[in-house]
T-cell receptor, first 111, second 113 residues
Framework: QKEVEQNSGPLSVPEGAIASLNCTYS??????FFWYRQYSGKSPELIMF????GDKEDGRFTAQLNKASQYVSLLIRDSQPSDSATYLC???????????FGTGTRLKVLA | DAGVTQSPTHLIKTRGQQVTLRCSPK?????VSWYQQALGQGPQFIFQ???????QRGNFPDRFSGHQFPNYSSELNVNALLLGDSALYLC????????????FGSGTQLSVL
């Protein structure tokens, strides 16, 4: 089992729709969870982070964390073509400084 | 406020050569982590430097080494390059505590021929 799993996609959604990206992790002791956006040929850019169970909202983005199910998700409301990118889920493993990244989900927002 | 800066942006080397990549952290950050990202994969942790010491290391061979300077900038050195070392090398800076947010530089694209 991979430590952090994401569906590679592509996930295609029409402009204006809600995009839902999912991530599962194996280390039950993980404390911190991050979503990065990576455009093709560019470096990852932090867009959301969450530490506690529940939802965290920032503009059009909502991160959801369920530690019991070892599941974290990212919702993008009113998706725009500029949101088309690969979204990486990262987990800070318990008691270490090592961050485990998933392979990313490629999102395509269709105009 | 300068973000994380890396140099060079691109590098082409041949097998067996050695390479040095450089990173300056975001202003106020004291910790530098290095990641390797192969095409189509997520970044893989190489190591982290804090207070000029390697604090933690990922599953990379000893050919990968690093250094952190008193001004918190860092270098990544790779010896005896292999074709499989071709990747995007990312530097990330943060504060020194656990679970801190990582901020990435623009990366160095290394091609080994």
């Amino acid at each position: 089992q991979k430590e952090v799993e994401q569906n590679s996609g592509p996930l295609s959604v029409p402009e204006g729709a809600i995009a839902s990206l999912n991530c599962t992790y194996s280390d039950r002791g993980s404390q911190s969870f991050f979503w990065y956006r990576q455009y093709s040929g560019k470096s990852p850019e932090l867009i959301m982070f969450i530490y506690s169970n529940g939802d965290k909202e920032d503009g059009r983005f909502t991160a959801q964390l369920n530690k019991a199910s070892q599941y974290v998700s990212l919702l993008i409301r009113d998706s725009q073509p500029s949101d088309s990118a690969t979204y990486l889920c990262a987990v800070a493993t318990s008691g270490t400084y090592k961050y485990i990244f998933g392979t990313g989900t490629r999102l395509k927002v269709l105009a | 406020d300068a973000g994380v800066t890396q140099s060079p942006t691109h590098l082409i080397k041949t097998r067996g050569q050695q390479v040095t990549l450089r990173c300056s952290p975001k202003s106020g950050h004291d910790t530098v982590s290095w990641y390797q990202q192969a095409l189509g994969q997520g970044p893989q942790f190489i190591f982290q430097y804090y207070e000029e010491e390697e604090r933690q290391r990922g599953n990379f061979p000893d050919r990968f080494s690093g250094h952190q300077f008193p001004n918190y900038s860092s270098e990544l050195n790779v010896n005896a390059l292999l074709l499989g070392d071709s990747a995007l090398y990312l530097c990330a800076s943060s504060f020194g505590q656990l679970n801190e947010k990582l901020f990435f530089g623009s990366g160095t694209q290394l091609s080994v021929l």
